[in-house]
Structures are given as structure tokens and as C-alpha cells.
């Protein structure tokens, strides 16, 4: 980064996302038919807050990225309003309720920042047909559009992360035969976003011979003692670490106190943030997760948002966070959703969308390299190829290590096990279908699941 652009980025230091910046631009003066009202959910305080307020801070940043840089999307200008759940599923419903009709078309889709919150709006969702859109957690059954036609778990979902990591850990076992036998401790939160792989990870121990031992973390997972006791009786292989803020950075420690190696515990990716590995010291040394984004600010986006935003003193974090793991999900998360509604623009034209036009363009949308790259996101983002049929629309993960400073890339691209993934979110889909009264939509297989 130049000295300007730091200098720049220095001076915006302090101006976090709570300033009113999106929704000044809704102010008396400006053209409703010329904006598109985005609703935000944060959660600031807590144990949890750390990811509530740096993903959204990455979203904002790049709206405001457009806004500053572009003059919005074709001319129609980014608003936003925040509503803060402190990560409690009631409160997330009622932002939901609360945000859901603002704007000229109504909210054109809803990130619930929580997959607690993403169950608990589903059905509401789609009554209001407006998409219910997790990138990268959530209802992982609902990325089969054929009965979920509202929800979206898009890039990778939990089951695909999961199986992904299996394939690592057979790559350090040398290869799935060497699986049978082998110990995998799955230490998850006790709530819907902890026991949400709990399905698949029974599943994978099943074909491949493995024993899988699910030891439930109390809420809010600050106390782990007596289950690291229990982790030393079992001597595992490997440890999935799922848990999510405060209580991701917990096991670091108690693996440190009872000697269990730290390149054995294999981290959600919501566990592999720079705040879950720094208060750990040294504890924390070794440790592995999985991810879905490049991590750093060395990427042309990046330091586009460092030009025009916090150079424009509209920056919604501290500068200091800026290209850590939170905040370039969050850029992703922007990315993503922008791309979809340049895309319903150029079917429903320019001007603010529904959730309905939305929903077309989330299961039409394609993001391939060359866009990446126009974008100035080569590496950042992952390829996107939504449909009709796979609402998840990628499922490939990378794994990086902390090593006491930074976090480092150590995989390329690990490929789900597509098929045992695929047939479990049918299995369940259709569970859901059959109790709820559901027709399945016609939507033949595309893409990866387009039969040859």
C-alpha cells in the first residue's frame, strides 16, 4: 500500500459501522426509484461480535465502494439500514420483520447473519417471496432450489465444507482407505448452527469406517474443561473445532493444557478468523480451518476500497481490519449480491428490485474467472454457477494454518464429495417437501450435476 493510501486509511481509522452513511443517502432529497435498499443485520457487543461487526463491515465497504467509486449500480445508489441482533434468533425475526418492506420494492433479499435466524425466517421468507440468502452457512438441505426456491447457501454449504475436510484429513492419513479405524471428535455448539453437520459427519463415518464422536458444547462454549477431559480419553486423530466466537478460541487452549496437537484440531471457517487465533498465543500455533476466501489486502479490491472509501472518510470498520478474514468475506458477500442485481437489471431493468426479480437473478447468476477479474477479485472470490436445481452453486474449500502472525494458505481448491452431499440434501429436501406440502419444482441437474 502507498503512503497516501495509508495515510488515508490511518485517518478513517475511527469510523465504524455504525455511522449512518447508507442511510443518509435515503435522505429527504434523493430519488427513491434511483436507490436500492439493502437491509443489514449486525450483532456489535457479545462473544460473538467480532464476525457481526466485520462481515458486515466488508458488505458495507463494498456498497459504499460502488456508490463512491461507480455512482452506484448503473446509477441506482446503495442504501442500507442496520438492525443489530446481539446473534439471538428472536431478534433476528424481527428485524427481519421490521426491514422487510422498507425501501421503493421492499427488501430485494435478507442475509440473517445467523443460520438460527435463517431457519427461524424460512418459511416467512418465502411467503414473502423474498430470498433468505447464507453465504456460506445456513440450512444446507435448502440448496435444493426445487423445494427451497427462497433460500440460497451459496458458494459452499456446510455438508460440502464438511466432506471437504474429510478429504484433507485422508490426505494426512494417506488417502480414505486409511480412515477406517480413525477417531474424529465433531466439538460443535449446542444450537442449529453447531448441530447442522452432525448428519453428514455420521454419514461420511459410515462409508468410510471412521468412529465419529459428537460432544455438544454448552452455550455459549466459554467453558470447555471437562469436554477436553473426555477429548483426552477418546484420543481422536482429529478435532472439528465448531464452534463460533469466543468459544472458537477455548479449544486452542485446553488442546494446549492436555498436549493434543494443534495441526490436528481442523477449524469451521467461522472458527478461523484473526480474533479466534490471537488470544490464544502460542496455544494457537499449528491450528488449521477451513476457507472459502483469500485472506490479506494484497488484492486489487481491496485497496480500491482503501482509495475510495476510507479515503472518502466512509469506511465502515477500523482501517486495521480491513483485508483480515472477517472483513474480505464480508467484500465477497458484496460481490456476490451486486453481481445479482446487475444481472436482474439487465432482465427487469435498471432501477430497485424486488425480492422476486431477485430470486431470478440468484438462481441465474454466474460469476466465472474473467468476471473475477474484471472485478479486481481474482483469488478473493470463488466461481459462482447458481441454477434452479443447486442453490449452493460451487462447494470447493481451501484450508490455511496460523503460524503465530498471519494466517497461510496451505491447500489449493478441495473438491466436496458432491455425490454423498448431493443425496443427502435430496434425502432431505424432500422430508421437508412432504411435511410442509410442497410441490418440488421441474428443474433438471445443470452444471456440476448435469448428467453426461
Known sequence: MSARKLGLALLAAGIMAGTL???ALAADKSDPNKEQ??????YRTGPFAAGGTGMPGGLLDYFALLNQRDGGINGIKLVWEECDTGYKTDRGVECYERLKAKGAK???FFLPMSTGVAYAVMERAHKDKIPNVQIGYGRTDSSDGRVFKYSFPMLTNYWSQSSAKLTYIAGRMGGHDKLKGAKIVNL???HPYGEETRPVWDKMAAKYGFQVTHIPVPWPGIDQKSLWLQIRKIKPDFVINRNWGVSCTVPLREAARIGFPRDRIIGVWWCGAEEDAIPAGKAAVGYITAEFVKIGQDVPVIQEIFEHVYGNMKGNLSA???GSVFHNRGVVWGIVMTEAIRLAHTKFGVGPMSGEQMQWAL??????????DELGATGLVPEVSMSCFD???GGRVRFKQWDGKKWNMITDWVNSDESLVREMIEASAAKYAKEKGIAPRDCPPTGRFAKN
Open 21 to 23: 452513511s447508507g442511510t
Open 106 to 108: 421492499g427488501a430485494p
Open 188 to 190: 460443535h455448539l449446542k
Open 391 to 393: 442453490h449452493e452453486g
Open 320 to 322: 486495521a481490519r480491513v
Open 363 to 372: 438462481e441465474n447468476l454466474k460469476i466465472d474467472a474473467a468476471r473475477i
Open 37 to 42: 435498499f439493502v437491509p443489514v443485520l449486525v
